[in-house]
């Protein structure tokens, strides 16, 4: 079992940026591929960024590329997403979720799911 919990969201102005952590307890996280996904009110919840579980290799949604930076740090077992300029339609619940066998945009094939956080950005 992993188990996380993630933090850092609130309420932002369009323009501003939020960092998510994603804090893991239970085996060993550096085992997992890392992904960060989100869900708007009344929507499917979509893939926003991934890493491997070395931090090699990261993936983005095209909508956040440029904007958005996923990492993490296995000697503090935390994944984190660095949000700037961010827009009024990135507010959304933000979850992370770990994975076995490798990032995937496939929110299905992921193992492990934290509660989530809100973000919201104010135009």
């Known amino acids: 079992q992993v188990q996380l919990v993630e933090s850092g969201g609130g309420l932002v102005q369009a323009g501003g940026s939020l960092r998510l952590s994603c804090a893991a307890s239970g085996r060993t996280f550096r085992n997992y591929a890392i992904g960060w996904f989100r869900q708007a009110s009344g929507k499917e919840r979509d893939f926003v960024a991934g890493i491997s579980w070395s931090g090699y290799n990261t993936y983005y949604a095209d909508s956040v590329k440029g904007r958005f930076t996923i990492s993490r740090d296995n000697a503090k077992n935390t994944g984190y997403l660095q949000m700037n300029s961010l827009k009024a339609e990135d507010t959304a619940v933000y979850y992370c979720?770990?994975?076995?066998?490798?990032?995937?945009?496939?929110?299905?094939?992921?193992?492990?799911w934290g509660q989530g956080t809100q973000v919201t950005v104010s135009s």
């Open positions: 979720a770990a994975s076995a066998v490798a990032v995937t945009t496939d929110p299905s094939e992921y193992d492990y």
